[in-house]
């Protein structure tokens, strides 16, 4: 079992910065991949950003590819994103998740979520 517990969201104009961390609990957390999802209102959730267990290898959403930077400590239990030059449209509750291995092609495939945290830009 993983508990996940995002914070760092918060209100930010538009080409500010901030930083998000996910804290897992348990033992075991050096084995599951790490993804970063989020959700607009009215919309899908949507993958973000995704880390190996290892965190030898990144991957990102196109939109976000070049602002945000996804990064685990292991020791820490502990996974981040950074957003930078932060748009509009990057409005949503953002979700920590993590899944067993492997980096899941689709969000319905992890196994744990946190809360979520807000993620407001303003024009």
């Known amino acids: 079992q993983v508990q996940l517990v995002e914070s760092g969201g918060g209100m930010v104009q538009a080409g500010g910065s901030l930083r998000l961390s996910c804290a897992a609990s348990g033992r075991t957390f050096s084995s599951y991949a790490m993804g970063w999802l989020r959700q607009a209102p009215g919309k899908e959730r949507e993958f973000v950003a995704a880390?190996?267990?290892?965190?030898?290898?990144?991957y990102y959403a196109d939109s976000v590819k070049g602002r945000f930077t996804i990064s685990r400590d292991n020791a820490k239990n502990t996974v981040y994103l950074q957003m930078n030059s932060l748009k509009p449209e990057d409005t949503a509750v953002y979700y920590c998740?993590?899944?067993?291995?492997?980096?899941?092609?689709?969000?319905?495939?992890?196994?744990?979520w946190g809360q979520g945290t807000q993620v407001t830009v303003s024009s």
């Open positions: 998740a993590a899944a067993y291995r492997i980096v899941p092609a689709r969000p319905s495939e992890y196994d744990y």
């Open positions: 880390i190996s267990w290892s965190g030898g290898n990144t």
